[in-house]
């Protein structure tokens, strides 16, 4: 079962926190989240699974930034969530999507218990200009049926900014 939008303002402050927090981001069953300024993009065209992929960061001005076709650019929100009891999804808006733009490539599920910023993969079909600040997708929280255990996952929890994979890690195991 979906939370109500007015159920996730009644559960700000217990067990689910957004900071910033606006209320007119609020919508009927979920919340939307802004683009942050900063992207960052890998430095090699060829990626490897097993080693540490280095990137660079890129600010969006103000006046906008174009983005190209065939390159994956990660952002993030300016938005900071948490929430111990629910699990928190999140989707591109229709209007983000009717321009040509993916903000998640595979990651839209999250799990229960985490605690930061979402890390955005965002694609474009097409070039487009994007702007910082701009309401990119939007977070919604399903209830969790059963036992389960906490979120122990120390590759992105409690983050501070952009993650690039460290998928890598999972080799040294």
């Given at each position: 079962m979906i939370l109500s939008g007015l159920e996730i303002?009644?559960?700000?402050?217990?067990?689910?926190?957004?900071?910033?927090?606006?209320?007119?981001?609020?919508?009927?069953?979920?919340?939307?989240?802004?683009?942050?300024?900063?992207?960052?993009?890998?430095?090699?065209?060829?990626?490897?699974?097993?080693?540490?992929?280095?990137?660079?960061?890129?600010?969006?001005?103000?006046?906008?930034?174009?983005?190209?076709?065939?390159?994956?650019?990660?952002?993030?929100?300016?938005?900071?969530?948490?929430?111990?009891?629910?699990?928190?999804?999140?989707?591109?808006?229709?209007?983000?999507?009717?321009?040509?733009?993916?903000?998640?490539?595979?990651?839209?599920?999250?799990?229960?218990?985490?605690?930061?910023?979402?890390?955005?993969?965002?694609?474009?079909?097409?070039?487009?200009?994007?702007?910082?600040?701009?309401?990119?997708?939007?977070?919604?929280?399903?209830?969790?049926?059963?036992?389960?255990?906490?979120?122990?996952?120390?590759?992105?929890?409690?983050?501070?900014?952009?993650?690039?994979?460290?998928?890598?890690?999972?080799?040294?195991?």
């Open positions: 303002a009644e559960r700000m402050g217990k067990d689910i926190a957004i900071e910033p927090y606006n209320p007119e981001q609020l919508n009927p069953n979920s919340y939307n989240l802004r683009l942050h300024n900063e992207l960052m993009v890998y430095d090699k065209e060829v990626l490897d699974m097993k080693v540490e992929n280095k990137a660079s960061k890129i600010i969006i001005p103000e006046s906008g930034l174009r983005l190209d076709p065939g390159k994956l650019y990660l952002g993030r929100t300016v938005e900071h969530t948490r929430t111990d009891t629910l699990v928190p999804m999140l989707e591109g808006r229709s209007s983000i999507g009717r321009l040509g733009m993916f903000v998640h490539v595979t990651a839209g599920f999250g799990d229960v218990g985490f605690n930061g910023f979402w890390t955005l993969e965002i694609f474009v079909v097409q070039p487009l200009i994007i702007y910082p600040n701009v309401e990119i997708c939007q977070i919604y929280y399903h209830h969790l049926d059963g036992e389960y255990a906490k979120y122990r996952s120390g590759k992105y929890q409690n983050n501070s900014g952009i993650q690039a994979s460290r998928l890598f890690e999972d080799f040294k195991k």
